[in-house]
């Protein structure tokens, strides 16, 4: 099965960088998703890591190191509008197609 | 383009009643997911179509849920015999293909079984 742990809270002004960590047990999995989710609306897609190393888009990065069982999503420059609830997941080797949650971040970002 | 529509957006339903939710996936994705997602916890798994076939049923929580879906269309999920651990919110999703990665959500339906 999988298991994927993340800090339940992350806090950081505007115009600083976070870094959202995602560790996890599992037996084995296709690649590691990154959602974000406001408060009452739908999740939507941030970056996806088939393979080791990072992954850039726009003030969004992602990492992932399978060896370490380890990954995690860099926001630069934050803004107000990036206070939410960021989810890694991962696509299972069994049942590709299901993405296996984190339990979630809650970043909140101040002036 | 249209994204995923959910229908009701809010259901309030009393115990052991039944309940039916909508999905509308995006036009051309065949691949349709549904999640449910307790307050302030992660999205959980509920089951898969590929078209109208459901590969994957493995998250269904108990025989009072199911699903179907017309063609590469509408799915409904069924909640039979509400209880109130029910109580959650109800994501769907839909992707391109089932290889593809990025899947897109609807809104959801907030369910509340009193």
């Known amino acids: 099965g999988q298991s994927l742990e993340q800090p339940s809270e992350v806090t950081a002004v505007e115009g600083a960088i976070v870094q959202i960590n995602c560790t996890y047990q599992?037996?084995?999995?296709?690649?590691l998703s990154w959602y974000q989710q406001h408060d009452g609306g739908a999740p939507t897609f941030l970056s996806y890591n088939a393979l080791d190393g990072l992954e850039e888009t726009g003030r969004f990065s992602s990492f992932l190191s399978r060896s370490d069982s380890y990954g995690y999503l860099l926001l630069q420059e934050l803004q107000m509008k990036d206070s939410a609830s960021y989810f890694c997941a991962v696509r299972d080797l069994v049942g590709f197609q299901k993405l296996v949650f984190g339990t979630g971040t809650r970043l909140l970002v101040s002036p | 383009g249209a994204g995923v529509s959910q229908s009701p957006s809010n259901k309030v339903t009393e115990k052991g009643k039944d309940v039916e939710l909508r999905c509308d996936p995006i036009s051309g994705h065949t691949a349709l997911y549904w999640y449910r997602q307790r307050l302030g916890q992660g999205l959980e798994f509920l089951i898969y179509f590929q078209g109208n076939s459901a590969p994957d049923k493995s998250g269904l929580p108990s025989d009072r849920f199911s699903a179907e879906r017309t063609g590469e269309s509408v799915s409904t999920l069924t909640i039979q015999r509400t209880q109130q651990e029910d109580s959650a919110v109800y994501l769907c999703?839909?992707?391109?293909?089932?290889?593809?990665?990025?899947?897109?959500f609807g809104p959801g339906t907030r369910l509340t079984v009193t």
């Open positions: 999703a839909s992707s391109l293909s089932e290889r593809r990665a990025e899947q897109y």
């Open positions: 599992t037996s084995g999995f296709y690649g």
